[in-house]
């Protein structure tokens, strides 16, 4: 898979990037990532990417042309099955886009700021908007970093226990049930009693019935 992340600060990238499981799969050969800097594809001598709004109002917006060059060199080098842009404005992500996405082979995606983006250049060329929650950030790199996290996780040998993937929250529908490790006990708190029995069956069953009575209390909605 390879990832093309688009910003106009993408030092706010670097240290995500480098660590932990995005770097692993990097360095397995699971993942390219590549981090565009739009001021590259700026107009003129200061490069400027953003401008005032027409019709008046507070905040600078992404002007069209330098991001739409940045994209169109890309789309000329390779097809894009989804070219994504982190907004506020856009439906919230769920574990099932994550999944759609992580079996795709190239995405780019488009880190917002300022005010937004000049709406021809979603015309133009965004395929799918994404927000990761109902608050507004300062801009959209911290989304792309959230969006790219997710779906890397997913590819096939990025994580050491592939399984695990598919006992986080939401993959079932549910939220994740209670977890623990040694000791059995700490200041007289124990461990479920079922979780050392070594009853495989009986444990799923728990789980299973935790994660319902779990979702129910803090996540009705999901219930439905
Ligand atoms: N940019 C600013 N806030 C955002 C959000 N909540 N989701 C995606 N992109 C954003």
Do not use: C
């Not at 917006?61 to 404005?89: A, C, G, H, N, W």
């Not at 700021?113 to 911290?142: F, P, W």
């Amino acid at each position: 898979m390879r990832i093309d992340i688009l910003s106009a600060i993408p030092q706010l990238l670097d240290s995500f990037l480098n660590y932990s499981i995005v770097q692993r799969a990097k360095d397995k050969g699971l993942v390219e990532i590549f981090v565009h800097d739009i001021h590259a594809y700026g107009k003129g001598k200061y490069k400027q990417i953003d401008d005032y709004q027409y019709g008046g109002g507070a905040g600078m917006v992404l002007m069209v042309e330098p991001l739409d060059r940045l994209i169109s060199q890309l789309k000329s080098e390779r097809v894009y099955d989804e070219i994504i842009f982190m907004t506020p404005d856009a439906p919230v992500l769920k574990q099932s886009t994550v999944n759609e996405l992580s079996l795709k082979t190239n995405l780019i995606i488009v880190a917002g700021h300022y005010k937004g983006v000049d709406q021809r250049l979603r015309d133009l060329h965004v395929t799918r908007e994404i927000s990761i929650g109902d608050y507004v950030l300062s801009g959209g790199e911290l989304p792309a970093a959230v969006l790219t996290d997710a779906i890397v996780r997913l590819i096939p040998g990025a994580m050491n226990d592939q399984t695990s993937a598919l006992s986080d929250s939401f993959q079932n529908g549910l939220l994740a049930p209670p977890v623990y490790t040694r000791p059995p006990e700490y200041k007289g708190m124990k461990v479920p009693e079922i979780l050392l029995s070594g009853n495989h069956q009986k444990i799923a069953e728990w789980r299973e019935q935790q994660a319902e009575e779990i979702t129910k209390k803090i996540r009705p909605d999901l219930m439905q």
